[in-house]
């Protein structure tokens, strides 16, 4: 059974999202403010966090570093703020996620889900043997490893930056909407939600492009999407 840290301090809230996931046979535990939450994240084995931005005592983009520079797991973060610069430092932090209030609780279920689904896929494939490696001028993706370089210099990148990349290196020359990029890479309908792709293909390019306003490697079509230049 997935276990699954709900990090919010409106309690009504993180139990009715504790009952929903409970409903589909997730283990959840909360913690209401983010000292609390950061501790039982880092000492806990949790499969996935859903993160709460405005917290006491930590805020959300303090809890999701400390996170993610030890962990790999699955971020969702959750914020009442619709301001798209919370959003590119949530994710830019390494948010696999971010989802806006108010929202149904089945949505939440639903990209938990996804997530997971996503994460347990990515544990099996590194478990197989062999070592898959793409190299696209000057540009090296260790599939196995999960490493990137540029001109032989390591860069770091998060789960979802790094799913991404590969998968428009793995497809070249042919162009992916937002939309069709996001089902391929969170595994849901971006539900209106595309602004998520933009701010990763951001991240990426400013790790992996010379000029990100002449990228050689991921180019924007406008009006329909991106693709990976061979």
């Known amino acids: ?15 009715l999202e504790k009952d929903y996931l409970e409903l589909s046979d997730f283990e959840v535990e909360i913690a209401n403010d983010g000292i609390e939450g950061e501790r039982k994240a880092l000492s806990g084995e949790f499969d996935l966090v859903v993160l709460d931005l405005m917290l006491p005592g930590k805020d959300g983009f303090e809890v999701c570093k400390s996170i993610r520079d030890a962990k790999n797991i699955p971020v969702i973060m959750v914020s009442a703020k619709k301001d798209d610069i919370d959003k590119i430092r949530g994710l830019g932090l390494g948010a696999d996620d971010y989802i806006t209030k ?34 696209i001028r000057g540009l090296k993706i260790d599939k196995t490893a999960r490493r990137v370089w540029i001109n032989d210099e390591e860069k770091q990148f998060t789960t979802k930056e790094f799913d991404l990349l590969t998968f428009l290196a793995e497809n070249p020359n042919h162009v992916y909407t937002k939309d069709e990029l996001f089902r391929e890479i969170w595994d849901m309908d971006s539900i209106g939600d595309i602004a998520t792709v933009t701010v990763h293909i951001k991240k990426i390019r400013e790790k992996v492009e010379f000029d990100s306003a002449n990228p050689q490697y991921i180019e924007t079509i406008w009006g329909v999407g991106y693709r990976f230049k061979v």
């Open 1 to 15: 059974m997935s276990r699954v840290l709900i990090v919010e301090d409106e309690e009504a809230i993180a139990d």
């Open 102 to 135: 108010p929202f149904s609780p089945s949505e939440l279920v639903a990209r938990v889900k996804a997530h997971l689904s996503r994460y347990e896929r990515l544990i099996n494939s590194n478990t197989k043997p062999g070592n898959q490696m793409i190299e």
